[in-house]
Structure formats: structure tokens, C-alpha cells
């Protein structure tokens, strides 16, 4: 009973871990490459990269009918999207006229 709970909560733990790396991945991706450099954040290159590498570590990490899967791989794969969602995407949102601060940039009411 107990292997099985275990199972079960590996088994979510592994898909949430690629969920965040394919996330993280989709969001590298329709990022502007200015905005990469300009927050002063590697490349857009190098983190579709290293995403798109922790996306396929991510999804191979996936328990498969009932099989054994490695820890190793879910920690690799949630690692690099974990830095890029809670570091780097916040600091290039500023940079890609998307996700700031709700606003419409200020020119929607403006007279000026």
C-alpha cells in the first residue's frame, strides 16, 4: 500500500517537474532576444537550450508503466526552470511588453 502511495506521488511530482520545464521552455521561447540582454541575463539561445534539454530530461524522468524512474532526471529537469522562471523570467518581462505591471504602458487614458 505504502509503494503504491509512494508510486502514485513520484509519478505527480516527476509530471509537475515537466510541466514547469516545458513552461518555462514556451515562455523562453516568445521572449523578444533583446530582452534577454537587455536585463543582462544570458541568451535567449542559451536558455532555449538548457530548457529545451531540461523539458526532454523532464519528460524521460516520467515513470512509465508502473516502472522505476530516476530522481536524477526530475532534479535536472526542475532545476534549470525553476532559476528561469523565478530569476530570469521576471527580470526579461520588464524588457518584452508582456507580463509587466497590468498597465497598457500609460497611454491609454493619457491627453498627452
Not at 509512494?6 to 533583446?34: C, E, H, K, M, N
Not at 534577454?36 to 523539458?55: E, I
Amino acid at each position: 500500500m505504502i509503494a503504491i502511495i509512494q508510486a502514485y506521488l513520484f509519478l505527480g511530482l516527476s509530471v509537475i517537474a515537466f510541466g514547469l520545464a516545458l513552461w518555462a521552455l514556451v515562455d523562453a521561447l516568445l521572449r523578444p532576444s533583446t530582452a534577454f540582454t537587455s536585463a543582462d541575463k544570458r541568451t535567449k539561445g542559451f536558455w532555449g537550450g538548457v530548457l529545451a534539454l531540461a523539458t526532454v530530461l523532464g519528460f524521460l524522468g516520467i515513470p512509465a508503466g508502473g516502472g522505476g524512474s530516476s530522481l536524477f532526471l526530475v532534479l535536472i529537469a526542475a532545476i534549470p526552470a525553476g532559476i528561469y522562471l523565478a530569476d530570469v523570467r521576471p527580470a526579461v518581462a520588464r524588457y518584452s511588453g508582456r507580463g509587466g505591471s497590468g498597465g497598457s504602458g500609460g497611454g491609454g487614458g493619457s491627453r498627452w
